[in-house]
T-cell receptor
Framework: AQSVTQLDSHVSVSEGTPVLLRCNYS??????LFWYVQHPNKGLQLLLK??????LVKGINGFEAEFKKSETSFHLTKPSAHMSDAAEYFC?????????????FGQGTILTVHP | GAVVSQHPSWVICKSGTSVKIECRSL??????MFWYRQFPKQSLMLMAT?????????EQGVEKDKFLINHASLTLSTLTVTSAHPEDSSFYIC??????????????FGPGTRLTVL
């Protein structure tokens, strides 16, 4: 079975400082991993996706994530936070086998950016 | 590309009535769509997988007779909440896969429908 654990329910940073949102996964096979962002009253937007092509994945809006198999982690980072980054972020794993393509979501991390 | 719409964006209904929510893929065809429910301050939970031309498959614990899904075309899936009750109040989100793309496990999400049952 696949599962995702987001280690922080809330992260607060100052504008211009680095962002780190932590995610650990459990999977019995080589997974696809995603980060999605959800702004208030808006739909989920795909930030980036890992598919085993490269361990460091660059996404939109300056975000990137590194897949570390030895640590079963897929943390999301951004060098410098912007006020518009304030939102909820979800780490997601794609299921395999007979449930191929179904997604399992982490609990979400709310990012607050202070001026 | 890969835009998914939902209608309505919000709906308020009386207890005991039924509500239909539409999910459309606007610029691609989707033989598979997914329906999720998100309670306040919680994550998304997959309810069911909608398959064009066949019956939907439901996740464990989801009542198929209460949440009717119809996927009648390659661009439209509907979710009908039958005999809605206050505990059905939630944010319902659909997604679709663009199966013309090589990465068929990437899902594109609609903006969601907020259902409030009085």
């Amino acid at each position: 079975a696949q599962s995702v654990t987001q280690l922080d329910s809330h992260v607060s940073v100052s504008e211009g400082t680095p962002v780190l949102l932590r995610c650990n996964y459990s999977s019995s096979y080589s997974p696809s991993l995603f980060w999605y962002v959800q702004h208030p009253n808006k739909g989920l937007q795909l930030l980036l996706k890992y598919t085993s092509a490269a361990t460091l994945v660059k996404g939109i809006n300056g975000f990137e994530a590194e897949f570390k198999k030895s640590e079963t982690s897929f943390h999301l980072t951004k060098p410098s936070a912007h006020m518009s980054d304030a939102a909820e972020y979800f780490c997601v794993v794609s299921r395999g086998g007979t449930s191929y393509g179904k997604l399992t979501f982490g609990q979400g991390t709310i990012l607050t950016v202070h001026p | 590309g890969a835009v998914v719409s939902q209608h309505p964006s919000w709906v308020i209904c009386k207890s005991g009535t039924s509500v239909k929510i539409e999910c459309r893929s606007l610029d691609f065809q989707a033989t598979t769509m997914f329906w999720y429910r998100q309670f306040p301050k919680q994550s998304l939970m997959l309810m069911a997988t909608s398959n064009e031309g066949s019956k939907a498959t439901y996740e464990q614990g989801v009542e198929k007779d209460k949440f009717l899904i119809n996927h009648a075309s390659l661009t439209l899936s509907t979710l009908t909440v039958t005999s809605a009750h206050p505990e059905d109040s939630s944010f319902y989100i659909c997604s679709a896969r663009d199966e013309e793309m090589w990465d068929t496990d990437t899902q594109y999400f609609g903006p969601g429908t907020r259902l409030t049952v009085l």
